[in-house]
């Protein structure tokens, strides 16, 4: 039986991934945090980056699900660790490549 922290990562996963579908599919910028239209040079380029970027995560936060529901691991918390790690590291990741898109203050 799948129990309420599996559905509950599932939904996120669902969630996160719809933002970053409409982020690099729909062109939803506006979505990024911190967007100013008025410092962007190339939104479709930043629009790809981050969504692509946000999918990522989403698919992180599936991967986090079947582990948990299999438990390879036992009741290690390894792939919390794990899963910490690369969402931070996504973050970084896309701090500092969404500047590629911004004119110089």
Known sequence: MVDGSILSLLAAAGFVGAL????????MVRLIAGYDSDRVTDEEGLADFVGTNTLYVAGLLAI???VEYAEPLGDSDL????FAVAVFGLTARMIRGARRYERPA
């Open 64 to 66: 986090v699900a079947v």
């Open 20 to 27: 970053g579908v409409a982020i690099k599919y729909f062109g």
């Open 79 to 82: 792939v919390w660790i794990v």
